[in-house]
Nanobody, 122 residues
Framework: QVQLIESGGGWVQAGGSLRLSCAAS????????MGWFRQAPGKEREFVAA????????TYGDTMKGRFIIFRDNAKNTMDLQMNSLQPEDTAVYYC???????????????WGQGTQVTVSS
């Protein structure tokens, strides 16, 4: 079992930045690929970014490319998401997830955090 806890959400004005963190406990997180997803009210869950076990591969959703950066520190069992140039459409609950491969399909992830709210005002 892996427990995931997100932090770092909050409110920011358009154009601003936030850094989300995901702390993992339980099994060694280096065994898992990890990802970030988000869900806005009334919308489906959306892929944000993913990173492979050894951090040698990253992938991003189309609207996040060039603005968001995903990191992980296996020694600390953490994964971060640096979000820059935030826009109101980035407002959502952001979830971290762990699974067997780094992929945009949320169904491939086994473990999920409870989420952290990000609100971007115009």
């Amino acid at each position: 079992q892996v427990q995931l806890i997100e932090s770092g959400g909050g409110w920011v004005q358009a154009g601003g930045s936030l850094r989300l963190s995901c702390a993992a406990s339980g099994r060694t997180v280096s065994r898992y690929a990890m990802g970030w997803f988000r869900q806005a009210p009334g919308k489906e869950r959306e892929f944000v970014a993913a990173i492979s076990r050894s951090a040698d591969f990253t992938t991003y959703g189309d609207t996040m490319k060039g603005r968001f950066i995903i990191f992980r520190d296996n020694a600390k069992n953490t994964m971060d998401l640096q979000m820059n140039s935030l826009q109101p459409e980035d407002t959502a609950v952001y979830y971290c997830a762990a699974g067997s491969i780094s992929h945009s399909d949320s169904a491939l992830y086994e473990y999920w955090g409870q989420g952290t709210q990000v609100t971007v005002s115009s």
